[in-house]
């Protein structure tokens, strides 16, 4: 059984810098890809970025060059710092552990940016 635990999400103003954490638990194996998405009101899921074992990443046009995503292995951790965040940004963020059969997903996390 795997778990994710996400953590950070709050309220700032635009501008600002946010960073989320995902720590994961349970049957975790090698070779996962880890990630975050977000759901803002009335519209549907979207990528924000992925981070892959060996660390490569990807990002959504919309955060490229703000967001960072991250990972400790060691730690089954995945971050996600947030920079010159804007009021569009302002979402639910739900963290992401793909493995090879399943797909899990946390309990999201609130960002709210205020103009």
């Known amino acids: 059984q795997v778990q994710l635990v996400e953590s950070g999400g709050g309220l700032v103003q635009a501008g600002g810098s946010l960073r989320l954490s995902c720590a994961a638990s349970?049957?975790?194996?090698?070779?996962?890809?880890m990630g975050w998405y977000r759901q803002a009101p009335g519209k549907q899921r979207e990528l924000v970025a992925t981070?892959?074992?060996?660390?490569?990443?990807n990002y959504a046009d919309s955060v490229k060059g703000r967001f960072t995503i991250s990972r400790d292995n060691a730690k089954n951790t995945v971050y996600l710092q947030m920079n010159s965040l804007k009021p569009e940004d302002t979402a639910v963020y739900y963290c992401?552990?793909?493995?090879?059969?399943?797909?899990?997903w946390g309990q999201g996390t609130q960002v709210t940016v205020s103009s």
């Open positions: 981070i892959t074992s060996s660390s490569s990443t």
């Open positions: 349970g049957n975790i194996f090698s070779g996962n890809v």
């Open positions: 992401n552990l793909k493995l090879i059969f399943s797909n899990h």
